[in-house]
């Protein structure tokens, strides 16, 4: 009937995340995930990029759109699914990982994506997202983190900055933030990353491990607000602070960043401290050692303890973002709950034999019966 | 040893009865549900009709020996038809001085009571509040008191397994039940099959059980305190096959059956909660119907779910009671607003707020009618019995699925933890339920060049039902977008349109109006057909409805009685049937909801019948009323 | 669809249009600025800044300019996708057809 798709996670005999999805066996662009909804945002938002870089990055996963299904909130990203042609739920605020949980668990053969953002997921939903992490449903979360509430008219949200004047703010916020990679490993997120809106490449790669990935797949994106909490994330956009801003995370090699302006390379890198196990910063500078690149701390993405994954999360800053790691926290395989829950089905029904009309008469007639004549 | 009447000794007498209330009252910890249950199966394996009453505190184990840790089962058995559990015990068996004390009210003069006299100490009477034991000051001089030492009795009995005293002293109800299974001459085979089932692990446990068990019976048939045997004989029942059933039970049946009958696998989104909880463990076991259980995070999270499988194609169903639906109230009108097949069981408890989670109250129907922001009709179905509540819910899913909607199932504590015979149905007589799930476009779209192309509108009705197609993820070509937020009629878009706001939402409230086409007219029960007053009830009141209708006309009374299963839409005759009538009486678990409804529907004078003691309403006081309300409107004085 | 700069732009060169742009997708010519029509996010944040209102949605291109879709286009021919124009400096070039007419 259909061919199953699947991409290569470069792991051995695991299941990607599209497993059980029909391949869409042609080749489809950009065009063909893209709804005739005029798209409402406010001119300049972030949410524009992440749109794009979605209705691009859908197509190379080469499922058929009816069987992707874009399932958000409530917010300013919520209306996200308007816009592409796939199917949809505009939902309620906070719940769309617990819809998305019913969909993901009843429909092997969908690729299901959770659209939320910093007050929909955090404040309103958080609830459903640690649950959802905890359990590992097999959907892709993308939280686009503006800092702010949008929709209501500039709110600070559960990751505003401490101090943060907003109208119902007005002599400074008191609620310490969320730090969302931070959460959701502690929720025991398996894949656990961070991208931002106007990166395409980055994003485009980062939502593709993501979708790869069989489990809840949890994706941060710093989204700028150009209403109301606008230049929230210039430090990591500036071309001249961003390199010192972003700490970008890659599997498999050592840590570093910050550009030297003369050799181009990086002046910075991660260790850890032999004596407290913290994570820290360590400053190369132009004349950095042997010694010094041999304590650079080596990005593994894969390993099964998370402590090491939340202690770089820790390097983000809580108050203005100056500086912040960039890319997959943490890949790891544990079984999905949708996988389990219809092996269960599964193996439950195979055991029952005899057409459903004759189980069920069995079923009720079964206990403690007598018949009168 | 326990066979037959002849055995027992030449001093016994055995008395015919028509019907017998039995009260098993104790502890929360000294197992009086469980006896009670096994009671209840050995006179429904006997072939009596009978109804029963589980009452239990809502702590797993309250302090021993207080008031509020009394739990008691109530069972009701006859050699007719009959419809409720009974006001007042014939037999009370208290197992302490709380569970006599809680109790003793209910009973009325000359009632059998058995004690536990080991059980009277004076630590427990103090506990209970009594400053003498009643056993010795004369207050129980009007009743026909028995004192057994239950438990000495039984630690005797199974000394010989080496338990500890206090598991030994744990299976006197099993003593208790043997003692009550010979006084009114049970079928025992049951009984000791099922201790042997449920104690097969420890055997110790087991012969201990199925010892104090048939001692209780030697005992009823040796000792010179029980000298009267009763006889209650079979009662004439429709052939068939029959088991005896709980409401929780029937209604996860229900669903079963719903789902086979409509090709559509359940699945459960559901977060504990008591009374409901049953349901979610009934139906947990059931994964070989491609069931699938899920325990959610919450309540919220258990109806997101039910809505997420529905857009999936599955059946989505939430289970939960009064609390929960505050909890669910946004997502069932997401569900309205999507059109979505939705069941919302909600096994009703007594309210505000916790309320009293273990009684039964019927306080929710003005939830589950306006318990929504906007404009969110949502149908509601409530079932009359234990075993009605399979019927139910097979109609409810009927209306969810056909309709595109959520539907609300009323049930209550009682329904879910009374039990009665049920006739065992032919499932080849069960409905059969069609999803019609949409599988292509339905409407063409003309450009500017005269060009035609077909395409899918969302929002496109049925003519007949007013509902929306189904069209599901993975169905290609179907591809859209539902959400909260108004839609365009058809096509399905957002829509801020202010005509099209009033044309959705009277399209809405019209298509759950259109559910009356389908209903069967109501059946009034008025045999004389000289009746000037209609007793008009929905839900668990049935019972007690029909007997005190029956106590009404057995005094020589006109009266009809009808019993509502839709409460929203009403049948279509409801307001012909209430205007034939002087008086409409409305006995209600609640302050007067199904009351206020038909008033501001049919602007009747519908006169309240109103209890909210967390307990069934009494047949006798009902039937006083009834009475009363016959009397003046026939124009006859009061006695 | 994307946004795109007409002849309105030419030797003028304000740039507010460059500092509202999200993604970094419009790039200096020598004599115009041009938006890479890839990687515009159709935001529409440039449009109300553009002091000579050179700026248009694609679809709303007025008839007698919709040759400055093309113009925009044929800038990147040769550069593709550069992925920002902070990255690279193109002050240099204009469209092929801007240097023809004024080589």
Same mark, same amino acid.
């Given at each position: 009937m259909t061919q199953i798709s699947s991409t290569d996670l470069g792991l051995p005999g695991l299941r990607s995340g599209l497993d059980g999805v029909p391949s869409s066996g042609e080749k489809q662009t950009g065009k063909d995930f893209t709804s005739d909804q005029e798209v409402r945002w406010?001119?300049?938002?972030?949410d524009y990029a992440v749109l794009k870089a979605v209705q691009n990055f859908l197509p190379e996963l080469g499922i058929r759109r009816e069987n992707v299904v874009f399932i958000s909130g409530i917010g300013c990203s919520s209306r996200f699914p308007y816009y592409l042609d796939t199917y949809g739920m505009h939902s309620i605020h906070g719940r769309a990982p617990s819809i998305a949980t019913g969909l993901a668990t009843a429909r092997e053969d969908l690729s299901v994506f959770v659209v939320t953002g910093d007050g929909d997921a955090l404040s309103i939903g958080g609830n459903h997202l640690i649950h959802a992490l905890r359990r590992n449903v097999n959907m892709t979360v993308l939280l686009f983190n503006n800092r702010i509430y949008g929709l209501t008219k500039g709110q600070y949200s559960p990751t505003s900055e401490v101090g943060k004047v907003t109208k119902s703010t007005p002599v400074g916020s008191l609620d310490h933030p969320f730090n969302p990679v931070s959460l959701a490993l502690g929720a025991e997120g398996a894949f656990v990353a961070r991208t931002i809106d106007s990166d395409r490449k980055h994003l485009t790669s980062v939502l593709s491990a993501a979708a790869a990935h069989r489990g809840t797949s949890f994706v941060e994106i710093y989204q700028n607000c150009p209403i109301f909490n606008d230049g929230a994330f210039d430090a990591i956009k500036n071309p001249d602070t961003k390199a010192d801003a972003i700490i970008p995370l890659v599997h498999g090699a050592p840590i570093t960043f910050g550009k030297d302006k003369v050799t181009g390379k990086p002046t910075k890198g991660l260790i850890r401290n032999m004596d407290t196990g913290a994570i820290e910063v360590l400053d190369l500078g132009p004349a950095a050692d042997q010694y010094a690149k041999d304590l650079l701390l080596v990005h593994d993405a894969h390993n099964p303890d998370p402590s090491t994954a939340f202690a770089i999360s820790r390097l983000t800053d809580s108050g203005y973002l100056n500086q912040t790691p960039i890319g997959i926290f943490r890949q790891v395989e544990r079984p999905a709950y949708d996988d389990q829950a219809r092996d269960q089905i599964r193996t439950a029904s195979q055991a029952a034999t005899g057409a459903p009309t004759d189980r069920l008469s069995y079923l009720i007639n079964g206990g403690d019966t007598w018949t009168v004549v | 040893m326990y066979s037959t009447s002849e055995a027992s000794p030449r001093t016994k007498q055995v008395r015919q009865l028509d019907r017998v209330i039995i009260r098993f009252a104790g502890d929360s910890g000294d197992g009086m549900q469980l006896t009670g249950d096994r009671f209840t199966q050995e006179s429904a394996a006997f072939g009596n009709d009978l109804v029963t009453l589980p009452n239990f505190p809502a702590e797993i184990r309250a302090p021993q020996g207080t008031i509020p840790g009394v739990s008691s089962f109530q069972v009701h058995f006859a050699d007719h038809d009959i419809l409720t559990a009974?006001? #007042?015990? +014939?037999v009370l068996v208290a197992m302490n001085p709380a569970a006599l004390k809680a109790n003793l009210s209910d009973l009325a003069k000359g009632a059998a009571i058995i004690v536990d006299t080991h059980d009277f100490t004076g630590r427990n009477l103090t506990k209970a509040g009594y400053a003498t034991s009643p056993l010795d000051d004369g #207050?129980? +001089?009007e009743y026909d008191l028995h004192r057994v030492d239950l438990t000495g009795m039984t630690v005797e009995a199974v000394k010989e397994f080496g338990l500890s005293r206090k598991d030994a002293a744990r299976a006197k109800n099993m003593f208790a039940l043997g003692l009550l299974s010979w006084m009114y001459g049970r079928p025992t085979e049951n009984t000791v099959e099922f201790l042997s089932r449920k104690f097969a692990k420890v055997p110790d446990i087991r012969d201990a059980n199925i010892t104090a068990f048939k001692m209780g019976w030697n005992f009823g048939e040796t000792t010179e305190t029980f000298i009267v045997q009763y006889e209650v004989k079979p009662a004439a029942m429709a052939p068939g096959t029959y088991r005896n059933i709980t409401g929780n039970l029937a209604l996860a049946y229900g669903l079963v059956a719903a789902s086979v009958q409509s090709g559509l696998p359940i699945f459960l989104g559901s977060y504990p909660i008591t009374p409901a909880s049953d349901i979610l463990h009934e139906l947990s076991k059931h994964k070989g119907f491609g069931i699938t259980t899920f325990q959610a995070e919450d309540e919220i999270a258990g109806v997101g779910a039910a809505i997420g499988a529905s857009f999936a194609g599955q059946l989505g169903v939430t289970t939960t009671s009064g609390p929960g639906v505050a909890l669910k109230g946004e997502a069932i009108g997401l569900a309205v607003m999507t059109e979505l097949p939705l069941l919302v069981v909600n096994v009703q408890r007594g309210g505000p707020s916790t309320g009293l989670p273990t009684k039964t109250e019927q306080s929710d129907l003005l939830q589950a009618m306006f318990?929504?922001?906007?404009e969110a009709p949502v149908p509601i179905v409530a079932p009359q019995s234990p075993g009605d509540c399979f019927n139910a819910a097979l109609e409810a899913v009927r209306i969810a699925v056909t309709y595109r909607t959520p539907v609300m199932l009323l049930s209550d504590g009682y329904l879910a933890n009374g039990s009665e015979p049920w006739q065992v149905?032919?499932?080849?007589?069960l409905p059969v339920i069609e999803p019609n799930f949409a599988t292509g476009p339905n409407s063409t779209s003309t450009a500017a060049d005269g060009t035609t192309t077909e395409v899918f509108l969302p929002y496109k009705r049925d003519e007949a039902t007013l509902a929306r197609p189904w069209a599901i993820p993975g169905t290609a070509g179907l591809e859209h977008r539902i959400g909260g937020l108004e839609k365009g009629a058809e096509h399905g878009n957002i829509s801020y349109d202010p005509a099209n706001h009033d044309l959705m939402v009277r399209t809405r409230q019209a298509k759950i109006d259109r559910i009356a086409d389908s209903l069967p007219p109501l059946e009034v029960d008025d045999p004389s057909g000289a009746a000037k007053v209609l007793v008009l009830g929905w839900g668990s009141t049935y019972g007690p409805i029909g007997a005190g209708v029956r106590r009404v006309r057995k005094a020589g009374y006109n009266v009809a009685q009808t019993h509502l299963r839709h409460l929203n839409p009403f049948p279509k005759d409801l307001g012909d049937i209430l205007a034939r009538y002087d008086k409409v009486l409305v006995p209600e678990m609640n302050l007067g909801q199904l009351s206020m409804l038909l008033r501001a529907k049919y602007l009747v004078d519908a006169i309240g019948y109103n209890q909210v003691r967390g307990l069934p309403l009494k047949a006798a006081e009902l039937a006083e009323a009834i009475s009363e309300l016959v009397r003046s409107a026939e124009g006859k004085c009061l006695p | 669809m994307t946004y795109v700069i007409a002849q309105s732009c030419v030797d003028v060169k304000d740039k507010a249009c460059v500092d509202e742009c999200p993604v970094d997708c419009i790039y200096e010519g020598k004599r115009m600025l041009y938006i890479h029509p890839d990687e515009c996010v159709d935001c529409g944040a440039c449009e109300p800044v553009c002091p000579v209102e050179a700026v248009f949605y694609e679809d709303d291109v007025p008839e007698e300019l919709v040759h400055c879709v093309e113009i925009n286009a044929s800038f990147f021919t040769?550069?593709?996708?550069?992925?920002?124009?902070?990255?690279?400096?193109?002050?240099q070039r204009d469209a092929p057809v801007l240097e023809r007419v004024h080589p």
């Open positions: 406010c001119p300049g938002c972030g | 009974g006001d #007042s015990p +014939d #207050s129980l +001089d318990g929504r922001n906007g149905p032919d499932v080849a007589e | 040769e550069l593709g996708s550069p992925g920002g124009a902070a990255k690279i400096d193109t002050s």
